[in-house]
């Protein structure tokens, strides 16, 4: 009965999920809103098809746990860099700033201390996805306000684990000893960061490598869900934050090349765990209360975008950002974010309750739900038509232009090519020893599938001019045409084929060029053919060309009616010419063309002699034939065959 209970709730939950994440998109609303929105839809306080939110505690856990193990993954030591001084310098002045004034006002509207406090770090949590989202499809994740905006992310993702240390301290779980356990906490907790950061900058590497010259992809997925599930369970059973401990675990792989696969093969565990921890938080809204209490939800939502917007804009102010950039940082950070809902949760479950924050949960839904319209509504007024970014200042380092998806022979010989030309090329490649030698020949080199949406963004398909997939699977292939494709409609696409059977699919997919094998096979057969049979060069070039413009009519014929083009018959028919050098043993050495009667003879014409590296057109009767001069004979095959016969019959013989 248990089990049935626990079916009919997932089959709930994600049936109600599909048909409000259709409604949410085509109303524009961004995914985390229509999750909440479904949560309140069937929570107790809604339909009531869930009764008891209880049953979705552990798969909401579960959410926690891989949101926080995907958070460490994308914190490797070079983005943090990148934007360090907005992670640490703007990343502390938002926070502090927005949690005093959070907690000044949740105070004066009459919240004890405790309940106040939690209440003002959720606020000044913001939502990263969300936020990263605009910035990305309006192309401004490199202006300066998008690095800005991700600097503060950053701080605040990472500043999240210790809050939740902090949280069960202000529910008054502890004893009066409380402030120093809680200190002592923390300090255990950055210690573990630092042992968990030099074992994972010594073993995790060697144990990744052992993964990808073992092949089997699957390994990596089974220590992806070991490490995280793993590492909550350890910290956990500690007394920590499981949470904590999958965090820990993300930053152990974090620094790895592996990361980014990594990252794309746990994808599929955190939309789900993660979706049912929105669908939970959901459920602690109680829209009849939201609707009673509508004028003080919506005041509170305004507050929050208002205050909190002006706080991130003095905080960037601070860092030298003027204008446009000040004012779209503000925009983009004013929403209350994902981790609210964690820390409001934590708080309810640590002896704050959950009645402090009943008004807090759906205004701070209302501020997710609004932060889409109030970053567009900024950025048309600030700069009106445009949806691009401001330039950073800085030099943006060379882009690729040419991204190889699989690294076999065919693309080893085109990067060698594409390397001599010194043309920025990018290598995405699965199979991490090809991969390793891509990467030792000084090659950008990204592990990962090249199916998968993650691994080729990661790669820049967005700003490449050119990808080109050569696998040896036809699936595979299809498969990245196609997401290549939706990613980036303006890349040129070059795809290989294993049959001509494949050609039609690939084009399908969005493929502009496709190179089947076994078309060239059996055009390069035909043109080692027709160079035995004295096809002049130009002619062979053309029919080659004839052969792969015309490629889909001739697959599309009856077997028998594919022959040689009327203009390639006549050509074998009419004549052509030929060249043969004079062997040291030839009959001809000291005759003179006119002793040797060739034209007589084969019927063949000589219409021009090479010597020593000079042409001699035309040569009268009296030019005598020496070794190694190289004859241009003019006629039909036939004719040239005779003529072969006469000057060089070895060769003939042969």
């Not at 990148?82 to 907690?103: K, P």
């Not at 002006?310 to 994902?338: D, P």
């Not at 004839?546 to 009419?574: F, H, I, K, S």
Request: charged content about 15%.
């Amino acid at each position: 009965m248990h089990e049935t209970s626990i079916l009919a709730t997932v089959v709930v939950l994600f049936g109600s999920a599909l048909l409000v994440l259709l409604l949410s998109r085509r109303l524009g609303l961004p995914p985390v809103a229509g999750f909440l929105l479904t949560g309140t839809l069937v929570g107790p306080a809604g339909l009531g098809l869930i009764p008891d939110a209880e049953q979705v505690e552990s798969f909401a856990e579960l959410g926690v746990v891989f949101l926080l193990f995907v958070v460490a993954l994308e914190l490797s030591l070079p983005r943090l860099r990148q934007v360090g001084r907005y992670l640490v310098v703007g990343g502390t002045l938002q926070f502090v700033l927005t949690s005093a004034a959070g907690w000044g006002i949740a105070w004066a509207l009459g919240l004890p201390p405790g309940p106040a406090a939690v209440a003002a770090m959720a606020v000044a949590m913001s939502s990263t996805a969300i936020a990263l989202k605009v910035l990305s499809d309006r192309g401004e994740l490199q202006a300066s306000h998008g690095r800005a905006a991700l600097g503060i992310l950053l701080f605040q993702d990472l500043v999240f684990v210790p809050l939740l240390l902090v949280v069960p301290v202000l529910g008054g779980v502890s004893d009066a000893d409380a402030g120093g356990n809680a200190l002592l906490r923390i300090a255990t907790g950055l210690g573990i960061v630092g042992v968990a950061f030099l074992v994972g900058r010594t073993l995790v590497p060697l144990l990744l490598r052992q993964i990808v010259e073992s092949g089997i992809r699957e390994l990596f997925l089974l220590l992806a869900l070991f490490a995280c599930l793993g590492g909550a369970l350890l910290t956990g059973a500690l007394g920590f934050s499981p949470a904590l401990g999958a965090f820990l675990a993300g930053l152990l792989i974090a620094d790895s090349e592996y990361h980014h696969h990594v990252l794309s093969e746990t994808g599929p565990f955190r939309d789900v765990f993660t979706s049912l921890f929105f669908i939970s938080v959901g459920m602690l809204l109680d829209p009849l209360l939201a609707w009673e209490n509508a004028p003080a939800v919506l005041g509170l939502a305004v507050l929050a975008i208002a205050g909190k917007g002006a706080l991130v804009a003095v905080s960037v102010a601070l860092l030298g950002l003027k204008g446009r950039a000040r004012v779209l940082s503000a925009a983009t950070l004013a929403q209350v974010g994902e981790f609210a809902f964690v820390l409001l949760g934590a708080g309810a479950v640590s002896g704050l309750g959950a009645g402090p924050y009943a008004l807090l949960v759906p205004a701070a839904v209302l501020t997710m739900l609004l932060s889409p319209l109030v970053i567009h509504t900024v950025a048309a007024r600030w700069d009106p038509g445009s949806g691009g970014g401001e330039s950073s200042g800085e030099a943006e380092a060379p882009r690729a232009r040419v991204l190889l998806g699989g690294y076999g022979l065919n693309n080893q010989n085109l990067l060698r090519v594409l390397r001599s030309a010194s043309v920025p090329t990018v290598v995405v490649d699965l199979d991490g020893r090809t991969a390793a030698r891509a990467a030792g020949e000084h090659t950008h080199v990204v592990f990962g599938d090249v199916t998968r949406a993650d691994a080729l963004l990661h790669a820049g398909i967005r700003t490449v001019d050119v990808a080109v997939f050569a696998l040896s699977d036809p699936v595979a292939s299809v498969l990245a045409v196609r997401t290549a494709r939706r990613l980036n409609p303006g890349v040129v696409v070059i795809a290989r084929a294993s049959r001509v059977t494949e050609i039609q699919e690939l084009t399908r997919a969005g493929a502009d060029e496709v190179v089947a094998e076994e078309f060239e096979t059996s055009i390069e057969i035909v043109t080692r053919l027709l160079r035995r049979l004295h096809v002049p060069g130009n002619v062979i070039r053309a029919e080659a060309r004839l052969l792969r413009a015309d490629a889909y009519e001739m697959l599309r014929r009856v077997e028998g009616e594919v022959g040689l083009t009327d203009r390639l018959a006549r050509a074998l028919a009419a004549g052509t010419t030929d060249t043969v050098a004079l062997p040291p043993e030839s009959p001809a050495l000291g005759q003179s063309l006119g002793a040797l009667q060739l034209r007589s003879r084969a019927g063949a014409t000589v219409v021009s002699v090479v010597r020593d590296g000079k042409a001699h057109a035309n040569p009268s009767v009296e030019w005598v034939f020496a070794a190694d001069d190289i004859l241009f004979l003019l006629g039909s095959h036939e004719q040239i065959q005779a003529a072969l016969a006469l000057l060089d019959p070895a060769s003939v013989d042969a």
